[in-house]
């Protein structure tokens, strides 16, 4: 080491070698709000909400580990939807308080006719509960013929509803399921 | 760095308040009820957890009921009373790309910056007694990312990027509304606080009031009083008042008695 340094130089020459090196500590007092969404798993998905079928991505703090529960801290706007471009109305704004609502349905409820009250079900009930009536509905209405006596094998008595946030791929089995069993009537949100 | 900018060009915006939405959203504020007072508007005002409004100003055109649409949030001031005023270091920070933060850490609470903004946008908190307003996203832009209102609105009545940039497209659209009969159409960009960094497009440029914006606003000329002179005058005294005792001290000494019976007598205890 040098003889002739002094503690005042040496504390000189330290203070410019931090900086040199960036450790001034007045930015990092200024950085202080730190980004919410800068470890957040990020989820493509559609808003439920109307029918034009903005885009979104979900924001979710958890990395999947057996013992984490994942959270959504935030949802915006997609911009690689063509529909919006990363734009969202104030409804589909909102839906992180969707997401985490305490009052948000996560199972299935069943009010038996006459019953003033809802009663939770598990899905394989509701499930079995939603076929009997398909099943039976279907029975009492499948047309074979009409009147003139043309074959038609159709199902006016039941209706299919889509949505908007349905894929390409739930839309498919959707038409599978429909014509299976001979439905002709069809609605879709855009139009409710 | 270059300075950034909000642009707001009132004649598209459709009072859909999403950017309402997203703010809260993204600042992760609590859910209060808005109050009801027969417009059309969220709130009648900003609060410590709301720092974005959108105004629905109503006056008549042409006979019937209109909207001047306006978004009631800090305006980021090049000059910002409110950092004029604060008396504690560090609580308010203008950041170089222009953004006038508050650091909620080193706020007194004091409300100073509440009297020092001429545009009455910092509310006090009652339970954190520390002020709250717009950050511009500080958080956002800081990384690159455009503010939480700006992308969500979808009218794209609110843009954001270089103020230079920004302020031309101002002009453009301005010069644009005039051709197209709005001869009052202009920019709102006062200078009585060195220009903002949030700027309005407005239709009636010349009367800013009917947006509720004000026409000259100036910082208080009180606030650079006591910012200014009163306080190193008020220095000066203590130091003199300091250094009189000392050489008095010096010059005199202590009081000397000279018998017991000329000393006061103690008061009663």
Known sequence: ?192 | MTTVAKLIDTTLCIGCKACEVACQEWNDQEFTLGTFDGTYQTMPDLAPNFWNLIKFNEFERDGQLSWLMSKYQCMHCADPGCLRACPAPGAIVQLKNGIVDFVHDNCIGCGYCITGCPFDVPRLSPVSKKVYKCSLCSDRTSVGMTPACIKTCPTSCLTFGARDELLRKAEIRAETLRADGDADAGIYNPEGVGGTNVIYVLREASAPQKYGLPKDPTIPWTLSLWKGPVKWLGSLVLAGGILGTFFHYIRFGPREYKDESDRPENPAV
């Not at chain 1, 709000?33 to 909400?49: D, F, G, N």
Request: proline fraction near 5%; hydrophobic fraction near 35%.
């Open chain 1, 1 to 192: 080491m040098d003889a002739t340094l002094t503690r005042r130089d040496l504390a000189k020459r330290a203070a410019l070698l931090t900086t040199a090196f960036g450790f001034d500590l007045r930015p990092a007092a200024a950085a202080a709000r730190e980004l919410k969404i800068a470890r957040t798993t990020q989820t493509h998905s559609v808003c439920p909400y109307c029918a034009v079928g903005c885009s979104v991505v979900i924001h979710t703090i958890g990395d999947r580990s057996k013992n984490v529960k994942p959270a959504v801290v935030h949802i915006e706007g997609d911009p690689e939807s063509p529909v919006s471009r990363g734009t969202l109305c104030p409804k589909g704004a909102s839906l992180k308080e969707f997401v985490n609502s305490d009052r948000r349905l996560t199972e299935p409820l069943y009010r038996a006719p006459g019953e003033s009250a809802w009663r939770r079900i598990s899905w394989d009930e509701a499930l079995n509960k939603m076929a009997r009536r398909i099943k039976d509905t279907r029975d009492r209405g499948f047309e074979t013929h009409d009147a003139q006596g043309r074959l038609v094998n159709r199902l006016t008595n039941t209706v299919l509803i889509g949505g908007c946030t349905d894929t390409n791929e739930v839309n498919f089995l959707l038409s599978k399921f429909r014509f299976g069993l001979g439905i002709l009537p069809y609605e879709n949100q855009s139009r409710l």
